[in-house]
């Protein structure tokens, strides 16, 4: 039993090192370096103060919460019907093909990607000229550098990894469920209501926490596509690293996003145990 465990510790002590050299000593050397003001010697919690006294600090995590909860929301909506086709109407030998088609924006790079989506977007756009060519307004209509802009391009993003997640909770479903309920008598919506939706959760909260993470703590497409006309959370962390030099501000500032980061992980997971029971 001794030779196991030391066995097991052996072959962990790898990716054990790899945490503690690149994720828990980075994080502590944050935590400290927010404790401390710019301008002052000595420990404080001024920064953290400061969050909650300056206006704009918590209106860009309010903006980044509310821009998350829209685009996990939409993504939702939209890859659910897209992955039950995947999974139930195409046929078998073509599922791989289709699964290939829906990530390939994965494979488009992100900066890219949110640049085609201004182009998209903009004052001569190809959806503005659209609308004006059929006559549907007769001057532009600003899409670009808003939150709709934002939340398109996250949107066009997310769509697939729930897809790609919700999908695979389909596919190892068994047919057997939706048999035995329409035995019983179920209608084929109180099927899907009832045994189907709650059965492929796991599926659904597993992508919509991953779009939680990767939306509320992006930086690239608020940036490019909403511009600064609404900051985000993220945007206001860079803004003082770039133009004030205030690493301990923006050290607190980061923190305090990682911990609404974890309070979702902590509702996500205990969530799901819930469901699995």
């Known amino acids: ?26 994080f502590a050397g944050m935590v400290l370096l927010s404790l401390t ?13 400061q969050f909650f006294s300056n206006r704009s600090y918590w209106l860009g995590l309010k903006n980044s919460l509310e821009i998350t909860a829209i685009v996990t929301l ?24 289709a699964l290939l088609l829906a990530i390939l924006p994965f494979w488009t790079s992100y900066v890219v990607r949110s640049y085609s989506w201004l182009l998209v977007l903009a004052e001569k756009g190809v959806i503005n000229d659209l609308i004006q060519g059929l006559g549907l307004a007769d001057a532009p209509i600003q899409m ?3 939150r709709f802009a934002t939340i398109t391009g996250f949107v066009h993003f997310f769509v697939m990894l729930l ?3 919700i999908y695979a909770n389909l596919k190892q479903l068994s047919p057997n469920y939706a048999k035995a309920a329409a035995d ?10 009832h045994v189907i939706l709650p059965l492929t959760l796991p599926g659904i909260m597993v992508g919509a926490f ?19 006309n609404e900051l985000v959370l993220p945007q206001v962390i860079m803004m003082q690293i770039g133009r004030r030099g205030d690493f301990p501000l ?15 992980y902590v509702a996500c997971a205990r969530w799901l145990k819930l469901e699995r029971v």
Do not use: C
Not at 210 to 228: E, M, S
């Open 163 to 165: 897809t790609l997640t």
């Open 250 to 264: 923006s050290s607190a500032l980061a923190i305090i996003l990682m911990l609404v980061i974890t309070l979702a």
């Open 184 to 193: 019983l008598g179920a209608s084929p919506f109180r099927t899907f209501w």
């Open 144 to 146: 670009a550098n808003t």
């Open 37 to 49: 003001a710019k301008d002052a010697d000595g420990w404080t919690l001024a920064n953290y103060q």
């Open 74 to 97: 939409v993504s939702i909506v939209l890859a659910y019907p897209f992955a039950w086709i995947l999974a139930h109407v195409v046929p078998e030998r073509w599922q791989r093909l």
């Open 210 to 228: 991953l779009t939680f993470v990767l939306a509320i703590g992006d930086y690239i497409t608020p940036q490019i596509l909403g511009g600064n």
């Open 1 to 26: 039993m001794r030779n196991a465990n030391t066995a097991g510790w052996l072959a962990a002590a790898p990716a054990l090192a790899f945490t503690l050299v690149f994720f828990i000593l980075p």
